[in-house]
Structures are given as C-alpha cells and as structure tokens.
C-alpha cells in the first residue's frame, strides 16, 4: 500500500455500513508480514512517538498502520515525514474523527498480516512483546482475542486488563456494591480482576482491555470486525462478547507487559465520559435484550446515564476548583509584584533612600 493514504473527508458522515459489507473479508494476506499493528490517534500528545518506537524495534515481520483520526498538522506532517523514512509504517489520513472502532476496520481494512494487533496510541510495548505474545497463544482454539498484562507508568496493574464481561446484572452489582454482601458468590464477583493474583500461565478470562487486542486478522473479519455504531469505548467489550458467542476464548497473556500512560489525548472529558455512557447502554441493548427483562434493562441503563450525571459534576468541580486556585495564584504573584514596586524597606512608596 502507499506510504500515505489519503482518504475522502466526506466520508466521515457516511451511513454505517453492515457487518457483511465493510469489506473486511478482501485482501489475502501475504505472510511476509507476520504482524499487523493498528493504531489510532486522535490529538495523542507526545507519548505518541514513544508508542511509535517501541512497536518499530519490535524483532518480528511487522507492518504499522496508523489511523489518523485527526491530529494537530504538525503531528499529522511529523507522520508522513516518518512514513516516508519507514516502510514499515503506513499513514491513513484525511478522513477525520470517524470514532476509534471505525478507524480499527479501516485499518484492518489495509492490513497484511497474519495477526493483527490493536494497540492504543498511549501504549508502549516491551521488548519481544509481540513475539512473546504469539507464542503464547499458539494452538489456541479459534476464533480467538488476546490480552496481555498491562500496567500503570509506576509498574502496578492498571485496571481492565482483565475482567468480566459485563452484563445488566453485574453492573448493578458493580455500581451498587453488592459483592460486599456475599463477596464468595459468583453471583456478586465484581467486574475488574486487575486486584487478584497474577496467573502463572496463559488462561482464559471473559474479556481483556482494548487498549492492546492480538488476534489472527482472518479470525476479526470472521466476526465481522468492530461494530461501528460505538464511537468510543465498549467496543472493545462488544468484541470479546462477538468471539464468545462465536465459539472462541478470550485469552489473558500474565507473562507478557505493556505500559498504558492512559488519558494524554486533549479531548474532552465530558464527550468521553458521554460515549462511554452511550455505548454501555447500546452493548445492554444489543446483547442483552430478551434475556432480561425490559423493565430491568431500562433500570440499568438509567443507572448508567445517573453515574454519568454524578461524572459530570465532578468533572465540573474539579475544573472550576482548578480555574480558582490558577486565578488565586495569579491574583497573589500580581500582588507580590506590586508590594515589591510600590513599597520600600520602609514600607513607604518610593524607593528606599
């Protein structure tokens, strides 16, 4: 493929396409190319380009395409600049902000390889990461999607890397702390495992974190990919539901680490927490409707759309704690300065004779 692709702006208002028709199943893949890593990045920041190295220095056949969701120029021009020096990196741009699981099928889309890897823009991989990784899950059963272990830039767990697949129920659980009732009963076990012990070996878990996906590519398009009506967050979720309900395994890799900066894109706060509320509501009513209750479903999704209220307002809080205390600082260095102008050792206006 070229180095830089450029692809029509008009079609970020396009109508989402079905499972069937997103061409997901075109393209053999050459095995020259062991490894595609999609990533996507929308205003990342710097650890951008530390996400970059670490994929490139990578000791396996690779391809890197990176998805541009939309960056600043200057980001986007450093982009092909280094596509352009690298034939292993390839630049989809010009499409704007179609959301981050259509940008991981137009990547895949464009992908050669004979797995392919979503990795978020803000994670760095550690060495041998991903010949590790498809060592692990050799011989698994297919179709299948793989986790890895991932930590916080201080070295502990972060959260969500492994964890149960939510469902109206756990969530209600999760949200109202009910495991504190029995906390023994599988019926009370809480979403996120990222506070119990490390597995020795590779294992089985009901859903690991978006933020770093290997699967063989045939196995993504075989599912149809992500479901494109998520803009942002729980698509991933969505995915290890699709693998599941195909008959496949969703497996945790403990051996293997990457580092997750998490939250470096500028963009808004409150649009996030907003598509994330969006989309757990939509993966409730895709996945769940007829196995629970109506009434029930439509409880937990106003618990979802509550919690985003009470996100909201402290996101609100904090923002305008934040603005006081920049405005004090900047009020009390004004005064400072005026005290050290106006005033003498005398305490007099004037200079100090």
Known sequence: MNKVVYLDTRRRRAPVPSAASTGLEAAPAPQAIQVSIVMVSFHTGPELDEAIDAVLAQNIDLEMILVDNGNPEEVTEALKVRALADPRLNVLTGHGNIGYAAACNLGARNAC?????????????????????????????????????????????????????????LTLVEALRLDRLAPNHPYFRRLNQHDQPLPEQTGVVPAVSGACMLMPLDDYRLIGGMDERYYLHVEDLDLCFSIAKAGGGVLFVPQVSIVHYKSTSDASAVRIEWYKARGFTQYFRKNFTGLYPDLFLTAVNLLVWCYFVIRLASLIKTSTVGTMAALFRRTGALQSIGTDQSGGKDGRKGRAA
């Open 113 to 169: 390889g004979e797995y392919l890897l979503l990795l978020n823009p803000d994670c760095v991989l550690q060495r041998d990461a991903l010949r590790d990784l498809i060592q692990a899950t050799e011989g698994a059963v297919r179709p299948w999607v793989a986790g890895c272990r991932i930590v916080n830039p201080d070295g502990t767990d972060q959260r969500g890397s492994r964890r149960e697949l939510p469902t109206p129920w």
